[in-house]
Protein backbone atom coordinates (compact mmCIF):
# COMPACT_ATOMS: atom_id res chain seq x y z
CA UNK A 1 0.00 0.00 0.00
CA UNK A 2 1.08 3.77 -0.74
CA UNK A 3 0.83 6.71 1.61
CA UNK A 4 -2.25 7.73 -0.87
CA UNK A 5 -3.68 4.29 -0.28
CA UNK A 6 -3.21 4.69 3.57
CA UNK A 7 -4.66 8.17 3.27
CA UNK A 8 -7.61 7.23 1.98
CA UNK A 9 -8.13 4.33 4.28
CA UNK A 10 -8.22 7.13 7.13
CA UNK A 11 -10.66 8.93 5.16
CA UNK A 12 -13.07 5.95 5.13
CA UNK A 13 -12.43 4.59 8.46
CA UNK A 14 -11.59 6.68 10.89
CA UNK A 15 -14.20 8.63 12.54
CA UNK A 16 -15.01 12.52 11.45
CA UNK A 17 -13.97 13.47 15.00
CA UNK A 18 -10.33 12.33 14.16
CA UNK A 19 -6.99 14.40 12.71
CA UNK A 20 -6.55 13.13 9.02
CA UNK A 21 -2.74 12.58 7.99
CA UNK A 22 -3.95 14.64 5.26
CA UNK A 23 -5.07 17.03 7.02
CA UNK A 24 -2.11 17.97 8.71
CA UNK A 25 -0.93 21.57 9.35
CA UNK A 26 2.53 20.05 7.66
CA UNK A 27 6.49 20.75 9.13
CA UNK A 28 8.11 23.99 9.84
CA UNK A 29 10.50 22.79 7.46
CA UNK A 30 8.67 21.90 4.01
CA UNK A 31 9.81 18.34 2.88
CA UNK A 32 8.97 16.00 0.05
CA UNK A 33 6.03 13.28 1.50
CA UNK A 34 7.17 9.67 1.93
CA UNK A 35 6.11 7.40 -1.18
CA UNK A 36 4.56 4.48 1.90
CA UNK A 37 4.45 5.95 5.08
CA UNK A 38 1.77 8.55 6.09
CA UNK A 39 3.28 12.08 8.11
CA UNK A 40 2.26 10.74 11.16
CA UNK A 41 3.83 7.33 11.00
CA UNK A 42 6.83 9.00 9.81
CA UNK A 43 6.74 11.44 12.49
CA UNK A 44 6.60 7.64 14.94
CA UNK A 45 9.49 6.51 13.16
CA UNK A 46 11.70 9.87 13.61
CA UNK A 47 10.87 9.25 17.64
CA UNK A 48 11.66 5.90 17.67
CA UNK A 49 15.26 6.33 15.85
CA UNK A 50 15.90 9.43 17.64
CA UNK A 51 18.68 9.83 20.15
CA UNK A 52 16.72 10.92 22.88
CA UNK A 53 14.62 8.13 22.77
CA UNK A 54 17.38 5.79 23.34
CA UNK A 55 18.45 7.28 26.41
CA UNK A 56 14.94 6.94 28.01
CA UNK A 57 15.87 3.06 28.94
CA UNK A 58 18.25 4.31 31.92
CA UNK A 59 16.11 7.19 33.36
CA UNK A 60 14.02 7.03 36.02
CA UNK A 61 10.50 6.80 36.66
CA UNK A 62 10.19 5.98 40.41
CA UNK A 63 13.29 3.71 41.41
CA UNK A 64 16.53 4.66 39.56
CA UNK A 65 17.71 2.09 37.26
CA UNK A 66 20.22 0.12 39.02
CA UNK A 67 17.91 -0.37 41.97
CA UNK A 68 16.32 -3.72 40.10
CA UNK A 69 15.89 -4.86 36.69
CA UNK A 70 12.00 -4.98 37.27
CA UNK A 71 11.08 -1.81 37.71
CA UNK A 72 9.47 0.55 35.80
CA UNK A 73 12.41 3.26 33.35
CA UNK A 74 10.98 6.44 31.10
CA UNK A 75 11.32 3.58 28.29
CA UNK A 76 9.07 1.19 29.81
CA UNK A 77 6.63 3.50 31.03
CA UNK A 78 6.73 5.29 27.24
CA UNK A 79 5.84 1.86 25.48
CA UNK A 80 3.29 1.01 27.98
CA UNK A 81 1.65 4.77 27.01
CA UNK A 82 2.23 3.45 23.65
CA UNK A 83 0.30 0.41 23.81
CA UNK A 84 -2.80 2.28 26.03
CA UNK A 85 -3.35 5.10 23.80
CA UNK A 86 -3.17 2.90 20.73
CA UNK A 87 -6.06 0.91 22.29
CA UNK A 88 -8.01 4.06 23.58
CA UNK A 89 -7.75 5.25 19.89
CA UNK A 90 -8.58 2.60 17.68
CA UNK A 91 -11.92 1.90 19.66
CA UNK A 92 -12.56 5.51 19.29
CA UNK A 93 -12.07 5.37 15.33
CA UNK A 94 -9.23 7.64 16.33
CA UNK A 95 -5.41 7.98 14.29
CA UNK A 96 -3.78 5.68 15.97
CA UNK A 97 -0.31 6.81 14.25
CA UNK A 98 -0.83 10.46 15.94
CA UNK A 99 -1.60 9.01 18.69
CA UNK A 100 1.16 6.81 18.75
CA UNK A 101 4.02 9.42 17.78
CA UNK A 102 2.91 11.81 20.69
CA UNK A 103 3.16 9.25 23.28
CA UNK A 104 6.68 7.83 22.40
CA UNK A 105 7.65 11.61 22.53
CA UNK A 106 6.00 12.36 25.22
CA UNK A 107 8.42 12.27 28.05
CA UNK A 108 12.24 12.54 25.76
CA UNK A 109 12.55 15.95 27.60
CA UNK A 110 12.86 14.00 30.97
CA UNK A 111 15.77 14.91 32.48
CA UNK A 112 18.08 11.81 34.46
CA UNK A 113 16.26 11.02 38.28
CA UNK A 114 12.27 11.56 37.07
CA UNK A 115 10.81 14.86 38.84
CA UNK A 116 13.59 15.26 41.40
CA UNK A 117 15.94 15.91 38.73
CA UNK A 118 13.27 18.10 36.90
CA UNK A 119 12.99 19.74 40.25
CA UNK A 120 16.41 20.43 40.74
CA UNK A 121 17.15 21.80 37.19
CA UNK A 122 13.89 24.37 37.64
CA UNK A 123 15.25 25.72 40.13
CA UNK A 124 19.21 25.75 39.61
CA UNK A 125 17.11 27.53 35.92
CA UNK A 126 14.60 29.78 38.33
CA UNK A 127 16.58 33.10 36.47
CA UNK A 128 16.77 31.97 33.22
CA UNK A 129 13.16 30.80 32.35
CA UNK A 130 12.90 27.88 34.45
CA UNK A 131 13.32 23.84 33.12
CA UNK A 132 9.79 22.32 32.69
CA UNK A 133 10.36 18.63 30.94
CA UNK A 134 7.64 19.26 28.29
CA UNK A 135 9.07 22.51 27.11
CA UNK A 136 12.09 20.14 26.68
CA UNK A 137 10.54 17.19 25.02
CA UNK A 138 9.42 20.25 22.12
CA UNK A 139 12.73 22.09 22.74
CA UNK A 140 14.47 18.45 21.95
CA UNK A 141 12.42 17.46 18.84
CA UNK A 142 12.35 21.07 17.50
CA UNK A 143 15.61 22.54 17.90
CA UNK A 144 18.22 19.82 19.64
CA UNK A 145 18.12 16.49 17.83
CA UNK A 146 20.52 16.40 15.12
CA UNK A 147 20.13 13.95 12.45
CA UNK A 148 19.14 15.63 9.65
CA UNK A 149 21.42 17.76 7.29
CA UNK A 150 18.75 20.16 6.05
CA UNK A 151 17.18 21.67 9.24
CA UNK A 152 17.37 21.14 13.41
CA UNK A 153 15.43 18.85 15.38
CA UNK A 154 13.38 15.99 13.82
CA UNK A 155 10.61 18.27 12.08
CA UNK A 156 7.77 16.51 13.47
CA UNK A 157 4.45 17.38 12.23
CA UNK A 158 2.37 20.55 14.05
CA UNK A 159 -0.26 17.53 15.23
CA UNK A 160 2.49 15.83 17.68
CA UNK A 161 3.97 18.98 18.37
CA UNK A 162 0.96 20.49 19.73
CA UNK A 163 0.50 17.36 21.77
CA UNK A 164 4.33 17.76 23.31
CA UNK A 165 3.26 21.53 23.96
CA UNK A 166 -0.53 21.05 25.54
CA UNK A 167 0.35 17.41 27.21
CA UNK A 168 -0.93 17.99 30.53
CA UNK A 169 -0.89 15.61 33.73
CA UNK A 170 -0.93 16.14 37.40
CA UNK A 171 2.89 16.30 36.54
CA UNK A 172 2.61 18.16 32.87
CA UNK A 173 1.49 21.46 33.27
CA UNK A 174 1.81 23.39 30.11
CA UNK A 175 2.73 26.85 30.06
CA UNK A 176 0.52 28.34 27.01
CA UNK A 177 0.02 31.77 25.38
CA UNK A 178 -3.32 33.14 24.78
CA UNK A 179 -3.28 32.37 21.37
CA UNK A 180 -2.33 28.86 21.93
CA UNK A 181 -5.52 28.21 24.78
CA UNK A 182 -8.35 29.18 22.17
CA UNK A 183 -7.60 25.88 19.79
CA UNK A 184 -8.45 22.53 21.87
CA UNK A 185 -5.68 19.96 21.01
CA UNK A 186 -6.64 16.96 19.11
CA UNK A 187 -8.29 14.15 21.01
CA UNK A 188 -5.35 11.76 20.12
CA UNK A 189 -3.05 13.84 22.04
CA UNK A 190 -5.95 14.31 25.11
CA UNK A 191 -6.39 10.08 24.73
CA UNK A 192 -2.36 10.19 25.73
CA UNK A 193 -2.40 12.70 28.43
CA UNK A 194 -4.89 9.99 29.96
CA UNK A 195 -2.74 7.01 29.00
CA UNK A 196 -0.01 8.37 30.66
CA UNK A 197 -1.75 9.22 33.78
CA UNK A 198 -3.83 5.43 33.45
CA UNK A 199 0.38 3.71 33.11
CA UNK A 200 1.77 5.41 35.64
CA UNK A 201 -0.47 5.05 38.37
CA UNK A 202 -1.29 1.37 37.81
CA UNK A 203 2.39 0.69 37.48
CA UNK A 204 3.88 2.70 40.08
CA UNK A 205 1.42 0.95 41.67
CA UNK A 206 2.63 -2.39 41.07
CA UNK A 207 6.49 -1.57 41.56
CA UNK A 208 5.61 -0.07 45.12
CA UNK A 209 4.26 -3.44 46.34
CA UNK A 210 7.12 -5.31 44.12
CA UNK A 211 9.20 -2.85 46.54
CA UNK A 212 7.80 -3.72 49.81
CA UNK A 213 7.21 0.30 50.05
CA UNK A 214 3.43 0.19 50.00
CA UNK A 215 2.10 -2.78 52.45
CA UNK A 216 -1.17 -4.63 50.61
CA UNK A 217 -3.41 -4.08 53.85
CA UNK A 218 -3.01 -0.26 53.49
CA UNK A 219 -4.45 -0.80 49.99
CA UNK A 220 -8.21 -2.41 51.19
CA UNK A 221 -9.68 0.68 51.68
CA UNK A 222 -8.42 1.81 48.07
CA UNK A 223 -11.61 1.20 45.81
CA UNK A 224 -9.69 0.26 42.81
CA UNK A 225 -7.55 -1.88 44.77
CA UNK A 226 -10.40 -3.59 46.88
CA UNK A 227 -12.54 -4.44 43.59
CA UNK A 228 -10.32 -6.10 41.94
CA UNK A 229 -8.58 -8.12 44.03
CA UNK A 230 -12.26 -9.39 45.50
CA UNK A 231 -12.98 -10.26 41.77
CA UNK A 232 -9.89 -12.35 41.17
CA UNK A 233 -9.44 -14.05 44.89
CA UNK A 234 -13.02 -15.19 44.11
CA UNK A 235 -12.22 -16.20 40.79
CA UNK A 236 -8.85 -18.06 41.18
CA UNK A 237 -8.45 -18.76 45.28
CA UNK A 238 -5.19 -20.57 45.07
CA UNK A 239 -3.07 -18.10 42.85
CA UNK A 240 0.06 -17.19 44.27
CA UNK A 241 0.68 -13.31 45.10
CA UNK A 242 2.86 -12.49 42.76
CA UNK A 243 0.43 -14.07 39.55
CA UNK A 244 -2.51 -12.15 41.82
CA UNK A 245 -0.70 -8.98 41.71
CA UNK A 246 -0.41 -8.97 38.39
CA UNK A 247 -3.89 -9.94 37.87
CA UNK A 248 -5.31 -6.78 39.76
CA UNK A 249 -3.04 -4.21 38.12
CA UNK A 250 -4.01 -5.45 34.85
CA UNK A 251 -7.49 -5.40 35.78
CA UNK A 252 -7.47 -2.04 37.19
CA UNK A 253 -5.86 -0.82 33.61
CA UNK A 254 -8.38 -2.56 31.68
CA UNK A 255 -10.89 -0.96 34.23
CA UNK A 256 -9.96 2.78 33.30
CA UNK A 257 -9.66 2.51 30.20
CA UNK A 258 -13.39 0.67 29.45
CA UNK A 259 -14.21 3.31 31.39
CA UNK A 260 -12.76 5.97 29.64
CA UNK A 261 -13.80 4.58 26.23
CA UNK A 262 -17.58 4.58 27.29
CA UNK A 263 -17.43 8.01 28.77
CA UNK A 264 -15.64 9.56 25.75
CA UNK A 265 -18.53 8.26 23.55
CA UNK A 266 -20.64 9.79 25.78
CA UNK A 267 -19.38 12.81 25.32
CA UNK A 268 -18.82 12.77 21.76
CA UNK A 269 -22.84 12.34 21.59
CA UNK A 270 -23.48 14.95 24.42
CA UNK A 271 -21.85 17.11 22.81
CA UNK A 272 -22.23 16.61 19.16
CA UNK A 273 -18.77 16.48 17.86
CA UNK A 274 -19.14 15.82 14.24
CA UNK A 275 -15.55 17.12 13.00
CA UNK A 276 -12.17 18.40 13.54
CA UNK A 277 -13.80 22.55 13.84
CA UNK A 278 -15.83 21.01 17.57
CA UNK A 279 -13.07 19.62 18.32
CA UNK A 280 -11.05 22.58 18.64
CA UNK A 281 -13.53 24.85 20.25
CA UNK A 282 -13.93 22.46 22.77
CA UNK A 283 -14.07 24.50 26.48
CA UNK A 284 -13.47 21.03 28.36
CA UNK A 285 -11.87 17.77 27.52
CA UNK A 286 -13.91 15.59 25.22
CA UNK A 287 -11.56 12.61 26.85
CA UNK A 288 -12.43 12.06 30.22
CA UNK A 289 -13.09 9.45 32.74
CA UNK A 290 -16.52 8.93 34.46
CA UNK A 291 -17.07 10.74 37.62
CA UNK A 292 -17.24 7.60 39.57
CA UNK A 293 -13.95 6.97 38.15
CA UNK A 294 -12.57 10.18 38.42
CA UNK A 295 -12.69 9.69 41.93
CA UNK A 296 -11.46 6.37 42.25
CA UNK A 297 -8.51 7.43 40.34
CA UNK A 298 -7.84 10.34 42.71
CA UNK A 299 -8.26 8.07 45.85
CA UNK A 300 -5.57 5.91 44.33
CA UNK A 301 -3.46 9.14 43.58
CA UNK A 302 -3.50 10.40 47.03
CA UNK A 303 -2.74 7.14 48.51
CA UNK A 304 0.75 6.72 45.95
CA UNK A 305 1.96 9.84 46.75
CA UNK A 306 1.19 9.64 50.35
CA UNK A 307 2.29 6.09 50.58
CA UNK A 308 4.90 5.62 47.97
CA UNK A 309 6.19 9.09 46.57
CA UNK A 310 6.60 10.08 50.29
CA UNK A 311 8.38 6.80 51.53
CA UNK A 312 11.65 7.52 52.80
CA UNK A 313 13.86 5.70 50.24
CA UNK A 314 12.35 7.69 48.07
CA UNK A 315 13.31 11.12 49.61
CA UNK A 316 16.66 9.58 50.24
CA UNK A 317 17.09 9.00 46.63
CA UNK A 318 15.50 12.56 45.89
CA UNK A 319 17.71 14.35 48.26
CA UNK A 320 20.64 12.33 47.00
CA UNK A 321 19.62 13.67 42.86
CA UNK A 322 19.57 17.37 44.00
CA UNK A 323 22.61 17.14 45.13
CA UNK A 324 24.37 15.28 42.23
CA UNK A 325 22.20 17.89 39.46
CA UNK A 326 23.59 20.83 41.62
CA UNK A 327 26.79 19.64 41.78
CA UNK A 328 27.42 19.07 38.16
CA UNK A 329 25.37 22.37 37.25
CA UNK A 330 27.54 24.37 39.50
CA UNK A 331 30.98 23.25 37.99
CA UNK A 332 29.99 22.95 34.65
CA UNK A 333 28.57 26.72 34.79
CA UNK A 334 31.98 27.78 36.59
CA UNK A 335 34.08 26.30 34.08
CA UNK A 336 32.31 25.81 30.69
CA UNK A 337 35.34 23.75 29.25
CA UNK A 338 34.56 21.20 31.75
CA UNK A 339 31.84 20.11 28.89
CA UNK A 340 32.32 17.61 26.91
CA UNK A 341 32.41 18.92 22.40
CA UNK A 342 32.57 22.26 24.23
CA UNK A 343 31.34 24.75 21.82
CA UNK A 344 34.37 27.64 20.79
CA UNK A 345 31.24 30.05 20.41
CA UNK A 346 28.31 29.56 22.68
CA UNK A 347 25.59 30.61 20.07
CA UNK A 348 24.22 34.16 21.01
CA UNK A 349 20.58 32.69 21.25
CA UNK A 350 21.81 30.61 24.32
CA UNK A 351 23.23 31.14 27.82
CA UNK A 352 25.73 29.23 29.29
CA UNK A 353 22.83 28.47 31.87
CA UNK A 354 20.58 26.81 29.51
CA UNK A 355 23.62 25.25 27.41
CA UNK A 356 24.40 23.23 30.92
CA UNK A 357 20.57 22.69 31.93
CA UNK A 358 19.79 20.92 28.05
CA UNK A 359 23.43 18.95 28.39
CA UNK A 360 22.17 17.42 31.99
CA UNK A 361 18.62 17.33 31.08
CA UNK A 362 19.63 15.19 28.32
CA UNK A 363 22.12 12.72 30.82
CA UNK A 364 20.62 9.20 32.15
CA UNK A 365 20.87 7.98 35.57
CA UNK A 366 24.19 6.23 35.01
CA UNK A 367 25.56 8.49 33.09
CA UNK A 368 25.31 11.77 36.09
CA UNK A 369 26.19 9.24 38.31
CA UNK A 370 29.37 8.64 36.02
CA UNK A 371 30.05 12.17 35.29
CA UNK A 372 29.59 12.98 39.22
CA UNK A 373 32.64 10.38 39.97
CA UNK A 374 34.80 11.59 37.29
CA UNK A 375 34.34 15.08 38.35
CA UNK A 376 34.65 14.67 42.10
CA UNK A 377 36.30 11.46 43.01
CA UNK A 378 40.18 11.73 42.92
CA UNK A 379 40.72 7.87 41.97
CA UNK A 380 38.28 7.90 39.68
CA UNK A 381 39.65 8.29 35.52
CA UNK A 382 38.39 11.37 33.78
Known amino acids: MTREDFEIREAKNLA ?6 RDSAGRKYPEEEHPFRTAFQRDRDRVVHSSSFRRLEYKTQVFVYHEGDYYRTRLTHTIEVSQIARTIARSLGLNEDLAEAVALAHDLGHPPFGHSGEKALNELMKDH ?9 LRLVVELEHKYPDFPGLNLSAEVREGLEKHSTDYDHPVLSEEQKKAAPTMEALVVDYADGIAYNSHDLDDGVT ?21 TEASSPKLEFKMKKYQVVR ?6 VTDLIQQTQKNI ?14 TSPLVSFSPSMQKKNQELKDFLK ?8 VNRMENKAI ?40 MTDRFALSEMKKLFDPNEKV
Open 16 to 21: PYAMKS
Open 129 to 137: RGFEHNRQS
Open 211 to 231: SDMIDVTQLENIALWRENIEK
Open 251 to 256: MIINQQ
Open 269 to 282: QERNVDGMEKVRSQ
Open 306 to 313: KYLYRHYR
Open 323 to 362: RIINKLFTAYVNQIELLPQFPDNIPRNISRERLVCDYIAG
